[in-house]
């Protein structure tokens, strides 16, 4: 995975002027008119822009390329949600061109589109033919990557603000559904393309998403070491100490506590073992305790 990572850097940097500036803009653009023409007209009308491999077999390839301009939505019942999605993938998009440039935004989309196709002809090939109209799975990538760059930015989901990265754990739920679904229908494409909407989001940030793994697996090594869990019960067992002494600090080395030199500070040693407090003088001038 690390690998596709550099070679997607090194492409970005070999090809800085790649890609259509707005691209998402045209797309949605795009999905509104084909939308629109199969509300006037039927869906039969646009479906030769979907995906088909035994269409492509026999001659029409446009459909290689065409099927990401079919909407999400066909129905006029489905308006609403159509111009909300379009709307979200539109504003999602062009923040992430924004904060990476056209180039690797081209390149997240494209990847994912040409990972779609694959999808498609390997499935065409195991089941004899295979339909794919729009790229749901890809758009819905996009926000993977809106909130690990935006985490903290809030959505109002049925009028309750939420923040991306809660918005991304549902999202990611989705995907695990629809999978799980596909799969007990026997449905392979089904099964692919949300995978491979993850697999695209991972290449795209790899060293983010093993850097959040490291961290958090060192933070809870941390919080459950013997030494820390030692830590904590000095620690509670001193402000045990302190509500029957009268005071709060008192230094190993001199005795002096804060009730008598309340001018003085004090401060704990993380290296001994131990809850250990020491004056101003003896923090880094003590033998530590083992």
Same mark, same amino acid.
């Given at each position: 995975?690390?690998?596709?990572?550099?070679?997607?850097?090194?492409? %970005?940097?070999?090809?800085?002027?790649?890609?259509?500036?707005?691209?998402?803009?045209?797309?949605?653009?795009?999905?509104?008119?084909?939308?629109?023409?199969?509300?006037?007209?039927?869906?039969?009308?646009?479906?030769?822009?979907?995906?088909?491999?035994?269409?492509?077999?026999?001659?029409?390839?446009?459909?290689?390329?065409? #099927?990401?301009?079919?909407?999400?939505?066909?129905?006029?019942?489905?308006?609403?949600?159509?111009?909300?999605?379009?709307?979200?993938?539109?504003? %999602?998009?062009?923040?992430?061109? !924004?904060?990476?440039?056209?180039?690797?935004?081209?390149?997240?989309?494209?990847?994912?589109?040409?990972?779609?196709?694959?999808?498609?002809?390997?499935?065409?090939?195991?089941?004899?033919? %295979?339909?794919?109209?729009?790229?749901?799975?890809?758009?819905?990538?996009?926000?993977?990557?809106?909130?690990?760059?935006?985490?903290?930015?809030?959505?109002?989901?049925?009028?309750?603000?939420?923040?991306?990265?809660?918005?991304?754990?549902?999202?990611?739920? $989705? #995907?695990?559904?629809?999978?799980?679904?596909?799969?007990?229908?026997?449905?392979?494409?089904?099964?692919?393309?949300?995978?491979?909407?993850?697999?695209?989001?991972?290449?795209? $940030?790899?060293?983010?998403?093993?850097?959040?793994?490291?961290?958090?697996?060192?933070?809870?090594?941390? !919080?459950?070491?013997?030494?820390?869990?030692? #830590?904590?019960?000095?620690?509670?067992?001193?402000?045990?100490?302190?509500?029957?002494?009268?005071?709060?600090?008192?230094?190993?080395?001199?005795?002096?506590?804060?009730?008598?030199?309340? &001018?003085?500070?004090?401060?704990?040693?993380?290296?001994?073992?131990?809850?250990?407090? $020491?004056?101003?003088?003896?923090?880094?001038?003590? &033998?530590?305790?083992?």
């Amino acid at each position: 995975m690390n690998k596709l990572h550099e070679l997607s850097e090194r492409f %970005i940097r070999r090809y800085p002027e790649f890609g259509l500036p707005g691209l998402m803009r045209y797309i949605v653009i795009a999905q509104a008119a084909v939308y629109v023409l199969t509300i006037f007209s039927s869906a039969a009308a646009t479906s030769f822009l979907a995906f088909r491999w035994y269409a492509v077999l026999h001659g029409e390839i446009w459909r290689l390329v065409t #099927f990401v301009l079919m909407p999400p939505y066909s129905s006029l019942h489905d308006a609403l949600w159509l111009a909300l999605s379009l709307y979200l993938y539109y504003m %999602i998009g062009a923040t992430l061109e !924004q904060e990476w440039g056209t180039a690797k935004f081209n390149l997240y989309y494209a990847s994912g589109a040409v990972l779609t196709l694959l999808v498609g002809v390997i499935t065409g090939l195991l089941v004899g033919d %295979i339909w794919i109209a729009g790229t749901q799975f890809i758009n819905l990538s996009m926000f993977f990557a809106f909130a690990m760059l935006y985490p903290d930015t809030q959505f109002l989901l049925f009028i309750i603000p939420v923040k991306a990265k809660w918005l991304a754990w549902l999202d990611a739920a $989705f #995907f695990g559904f629809s999978a799980l679904k596909s799969a007990f229908a026997l449905n392979i494409a089904g099964v692919l393309l949300p995978l491979i909407a993850i697999l695209n989001f991972f290449v795209f $940030f790899w060293p983010d998403i093993t850097d959040w793994f490291m961290y958090h697996s060192q933070r809870v090594k941390h !919080q459950t070491s013997p030494k820390t869990i030692h #830590f904590r019960e000095a620690a509670r067992e001193q402000k045990r100490k302190e509500a029957r002494q009268g005071y709060r600090h008192k230094c190993e080395i001199c005795g002096r506590t804060d009730a008598d030199f309340p &001018e003085l500070q004090f401060r704990y040693c993380s290296r001994c073992a131990g809850y250990h407090c $020491f004056c101003q003088d003896h923090i880094f001038n003590h &033998e530590h305790y083992k």
